[in-house]
């Protein structure tokens, strides 16, 4: 069945730091992505999100990757602040079902 | 933009109760979900709220324990029936702004922590 996941669990990365989140995809005809970001106790808050026509989009502080040939997209942000500290969630639709399935989640710890 | 706010925030409650969980949304939109996210986990689709009909519920979702209703364009509520401990999750409504077929951004209430013993 599909499935999007994610290459780590948790990420601790330096305050200052860049930070590298990926997610896999499996399914082939995604076409649309997006970034969420959790933190404790509330709901997911839309970060940022790409079309399959692309392959590079910036947001402030914030780039998404998307490679379609590997099924693959990354999340960078810059200058990792503790403020980014919070769980990171793809997710992948398309426009046959415009579903959206979201992938495991990855822990961002900023270390001071 | 859209701004959700969910009642209950939190609860807990006995296993054979049933819970309702309200989502109410500051503007009209077409699309509403609810999802369960169960502790640690990602999100699962229950089901999309259909306004003025039945609602679609996913694989391994069935209406009987978790009945839906939209009676609005602004409103849905998400019943838990008959609770068991493995019903304890993270219950979040979202909703879709914008009109299809173009994808739209999803919005997330802040979602209801549900504890059942």
């Known amino acids: 069945g599909e499935s999007v996941g994610l290459h780590l669990p948790t990420l601790s990365v330096q305050e200052g730091d860049n930070s590298i989140i990926n997610c896999a995809y499996s399914?082939?005809?995604?076409?649309?992505f997006i970034w969420y970001k959790q933190e404790s106790g509330k709901g997911p808050q839309f970060i940022i999100d790409?079309?399959?026509?692309?392959d590079k989009r910036q947001g402030q502080r914030v780039t998404v990757l998307l490679n379609k040939t590997v099924k693959h997209l990354s999340l960078q942000i810059a200058a990792t602040q503790p403020g980014d500290s919070a769980v990171y969630f793809c997710?992948?639709?398309?426009?046959?079902?415009?579903?959206?399935?979201f992938g495991t989640g990855t822990r961002l710890k900023v270390l001071a | 933009s859209a701004v959700i706010s969910q009642k209950p925030s939190r609860d807990i409650c006995q296993r054979g109760t049933s819970l309702t969980i309200q989502c109410q949304v500051d503007?009209?939109?077409?699309?509403m979900f609810w999802y369960r996210q169960q502790p640690g986990q990602s999100l699962t689709l229950i089901a999309t709220?259909?306004?003025?009909?039945?609602?679609?519920?996913e694989s391994g979702f069935v209406i009987d324990k978790f009945p839906i209703s939209r009676p609005n364009l602004t409103f849905s509520t998400l019943t838990v029936s008959n609770m068991s401990p493995e019903d304890s999750s993270i219950y979040l409504c979202?909703?879709?702004?914008?009109?299809?077929?173009?994808?739209?951004?999803?919005?997330f209430g802040p979602g209801t922590r549900l504890t059942v013993l």
């Open positions: 979202s909703v879709e702004v914008g009109r299809r077929p173009s994808y739209n951004e999803q919005f």
């Open positions: 399914n082939s005809a995604s076409d649309y």
């Open positions: 790409i079309r399959s026509n692309m």
């Open positions: 997710a992948a639709s398309d426009s046959g079902t415009y579903k959206y399935i």
């Open positions: 503007s009209q939109v077409t699309m």
């Open positions: 709220a259909n306004q003025g009909s039945e609602a679609t519920y």
